[in-house]
């Protein structure tokens, strides 16, 4: 007889680990905010009322909390994405979108560091973040060359590599607010495809040209 192989479902939380649990993200939530995602797990703990193991049992790294953290913002992107899935200009949708990312990796200073970094890591607790950002991504992206406003050399991993890089010059740039804004322009004007096709070398080195 075989044997089943589904998983086994997750055992719910007592209701003591859920309080504590819930009171680690939300002291998490403002100390990433306040002093960045670099801030200490001791202070988070400390905050939240328990020790450190505790945060542990809930978190084994400090990647497994930001991935907690950004949930809600994970959220909102993809349903932000499927609702510029019909937009009438597919090019200005993705490029609306990748500002969306901007916008929220901005909240928690070092996010964008560590986006850019787990997309490179499979073992990666944020590795559940990016992965889904990629393939709604990849869809706007994919909409977008099909309508022939972007151009078809263009990848959805060097889109959000290049997004993370504008939230990560912009955070470290604060007394620039426009910057994220006019660095997303340029990323449109590099995004969109050239009616007119490849310029002609020959042409390009011409006397004159």
Same mark, same amino acid.
């Given at each position: 007889?075989?044997? /089943?192989?589904?998983?086994?479902?997750?055992?719910?939380?007592?209701?003591?680990?859920?309080?504590?649990? #819930?009171?680690?993200?939300?002291?998490?939530? $403002?100390?990433?905010?306040? !002093?960045?995602?670099?801030?200490?797990?001791? #202070? $988070?703990?400390?905050?939240?009322?328990?020790?450190?193991?505790?945060?542990?049992?809930?978190?084994?790294?400090?990647?497994?909390?930001?991935?907690?953290?950004?949930?809600?913002?994970?959220?909102?992107?993809?349903? +932000?994405?499927?609702?510029?899935?019909?937009?009438?200009?597919?090019?200005?949708?993705?490029?609306?979108?990748?500002?969306?990312?901007?916008?929220?990796?901005?909240?928690?200073?070092?996010?964008?560091?560590?986006?850019?970094?787990?997309?490179?890591?499979?073992?990666?607790?944020?590795? /559940?973040? !990016? $992965?889904?950002?990629?393939?709604?991504?990849?869809?706007?992206?994919?909409?977008?060359? /099909? /309508?022939?406003? $972007?151009?078809?050399?263009?990848?959805?991993? #060097?889109?959000?590599?290049?997004?993370?890089?504008?939230?990560?010059?912009?955070?470290?740039?604060?007394?620039?607010?426009?910057?994220?804004? +006019?660095?997303?322009?340029?990323?449109?004007?590099?995004?969109?495809?050239?009616?007119?096709?490849?310029? #002609?070398?020959?042409?390009?080195?011409?006397?004159?040209?």
């Amino acid at each position: 007889m075989a044997m /089943s192989t589904a998983p086994t479902p997750a055992r719910p939380m007592r209701a003591d680990a859920r309080r504590n649990y #819930d009171r680690l993200l939300g002291e998490a939530r $403002v100390s990433f905010a306040a !002093h960045g995602t670099d801030a200490s797990l001791e #202070d $988070v703990a400390r905050r939240a009322g328990v020790g450190i193991g505790t945060l542990y049992r809930h978190f084994p790294n400090r990647h497994a909390l930001m991935n907690a953290v950004f949930q809600d913002a994970l959220t909102e992107l993809l349903d +932000r994405s499927g609702e510029l899935a019909h937009a009438e200009q597919p090019c200005s949708a993705l490029v609306e979108w990748l500002g969306a990312i901007v916008t929220h990796a901005g909240e928690y200073r070092g996010l964008a560091q560590a986006l850019m970094s787990a997309s490179a890591d499979e073992t990666s607790a944020l590795t /559940s973040c !990016h $992965v889904p950002l990629r393939q709604a991504g990849a869809r706007l992206l994919a909409r977008a060359q /099909s /309508s022939g406003s $972007v151009r078809a050399d263009v990848s959805i991993d #060097d889109l959000l590599q290049l997004t993370n890089a504008i939230a990560l010059a912009a955070e470290q740039t604060p007394a620039d607010p426009a910057l994220a804004e +006019r660095l997303l322009r340029l990323t449109l004007r590099g995004l969109k495809a050239d009616p007119t096709g490849p310029a #002609d070398p020959a042409r390009s080195h011409a006397p004159g040209g």
